[in-house]
């Protein structure tokens, strides 16, 4: 794994052994960024799930302004910091959280945190056909306060297994795909609340 573009492209990035951890693929994350453009540069971030840094350090590689990591394994946070000095980007933009996600995100929108750019890969779920997901992928999107926490012009780039059928609940906007074997990207928007018609006051006659 490694950084593949911005200032610290090139970089290696560590991983520890295993299967506990499953990092985007290098192609996948390319044709991901490749999609975001320009919107990581000045942008604030929020990684879920950030698992040993591939996604949060690559955004910050391409000039995010400032960075929130959320992953709640110990070790693989060890390995983040690692990550985190090897790229030699600078670390006062980033708040590493050896939390839950799910304990984080109300957190967040308590301290009335708004991010640009959401990305997150969690552990892939299982197939679904029949029945709605149980994955965590599913839980994200459910979940009441991320919405509120992204700007109005901000996106949630979600990954997910192609057989975890995820249903997108009305407080989202899909706007598109990229698949690639068994791993789907989401790039989804908030949908604004609609705007209520305006009242006039009870007309009170002529006097």
């Known amino acids: 794994m490694r ?36 919107r990581p540069d000045g942008a604030s971030v929020l990684d879920l799930f950030a698992g040993t840094g591939a996604l949060g350090l690559e955004a910050l590689s391409r000039g995010a302004a400032s960075l929130v990591s959320v992953e709640r394994s110990e070790r693989h946070a060890r390995f983040y910091r690692r990550n985190m000095a090897a790229v030699a980007l600078p670390n006062d933009r980033v708040e590493l959280r050896v939390q839950d996600v799910f304990a984080v995100l109300p957190q967040l929108r308590r301290a009335a945190r708004c991010f640009d750019l959401v990305i997150a890969d969690p552990p892939y779920g299982e197939k679904n056909v029949g029945r709605r997901s149980t994955s965590l992928a599913q839980r994200l999107l459910d979940d009441p306060d991320l919405p509120a926490m992204v700007a109005p012009s901000g996106r949630l780039v979600l990954g997910h297994a192609r057989r975890d059928h995820v249903e997108v609940p009305p407080a989202w906007e899909d706007l598109k795909e990229l698949r690639h074997g068994d791993t789907l990207v989401r790039f989804l928007r908030p949908k604004a609340p609609p705007s209520l018609p305006d009242i006039l006051p009870p007309d009170e006659g002529v006097a």
């Open 3 to 38: 950084i593949i573009g911005g200032h610290a492209e090139g970089r290696l990035l560590l991983v520890p052994d295993g299967f506990d951890v499953r990092p985007m693929p290098d192609k996948v994350k390319l044709a991901v960024f490749n999609s975001l453009g320009a």
